[in-house]
T-cell receptor, first 113, second 114 residues
Framework: DAGVTQSPTHLIKTRGQQVTLRCSPK?????VSWYQQALGQGPQFIFQ???????QRGNFPDRFSGHQFPNYSSELNVNALLLGDSALYLC????????????FGPGTRLTVT | AQSVTQLGSHVSVSEGALVLLRCNYS??????LFWYVQYPNQGLQLLLK??????LVKGINGFEAEFKKSETSFHLTKPSAHMSDAAEYFC????????????FGQGTRLTINP
């Protein structure tokens, strides 16, 4: 049973550029949440997708956007990158609108120079 | 609003000693509570969860936690530390209505001394 997968593993971008991160949920899961984990900090919720729509959003600017595809996979897009966007981006999946248990992927390490 | 405070960013214990990692939460609604572990360069793995059933919750790898509403605490314990327990531990809180977002604490780095 495949768990949550994310790509790429590592990414280096320059300030002002745009980046797309990808996530495939655990088999059977249909809800995807994204978190940002800055170095030495706990993860912070960015947003959650269910049925291809954004259901919840954390305190992140509009530069952060996402998408969910019919196969439940998801993308996180960040525009106009800032140095402060450097972090580990974690994807978590769960099943349905009543599941409280989220399974995390290994993350994508984004470095902005 | 919900928040989590983990007391002690670093905890060091000897192998075989008791592990105690502290977590206090704040929530305006009945919470669900979680402990996650993160090994270097890896994602988060769920250790255990409290979902309003038994207040003493047992998890994987010999860890357990007790929900104490009067103290708004959810401390993580393990009777005997093992070298493989060295990792970063995160306490998290969520609401109980559906697939809620997780609100994490700052984390506690656990070091095991031989």
């Amino acid at each position: 049973d495949a768990g949550v997968t994310q790509s790429p593993t590592h990414l280096i971008k320059t300030r002002g550029q745009q980046v797309t991160l990808r996530c495939s949920p655990k088999s059977g899961h249909d809800t995807v949440s994204w978190y940002q984990q800055a170095l030495g900090q706990g993860p912070q919720f960015i947003f959650q997708y269910y049925e291809e729509e954004e259901r919840q959003r954390g305190n992140f600017p509009d530069r952060f956007s996402g998408h969910q595809f019919p196969n439940y996979s998801s993308e996180l897009n960040v525009n106009a990158l800032l140095l402060g966007d450097s972090a580990l981006y974690l994807c978590a999946s769960s099943f349905g609108t009543f599941s409280y248990e989220q399974y995390f992927g290994p993350g994508t390490r984004l470095t902005v120079t | 609003a919900q928040s989590v405070t983990q007391l002690g960013s670093h905890v060091s214990v000897s192998e075989g000693a008791l592990v105690l990692l502290r977590c206090n939460y704040s929530s305006s609604v009945p919470p669900y509570l979680f402990w996650y572990v993160q090994y270097p360069n890896q994602g988060l793995q769920l250790l255990l969860k409290y979902t309003s059933a038994a207040t003493l919750v047992k998890g994987i790898n010999g860890f357990e936690a007790e929900f104490k509403k009067s103290e708004t605490s959810f401390h993580l314990t393990k009777p005997s530390a093992h070298m493989s327990d060295a990792a970063e531990y995160f306490c998290a809180v969520s609401g109980t209505q559906g697939a809620q977002k997780l609100v994490f604490g700052q984390g506690t780095r656990l070091t095991i001394n031989p």
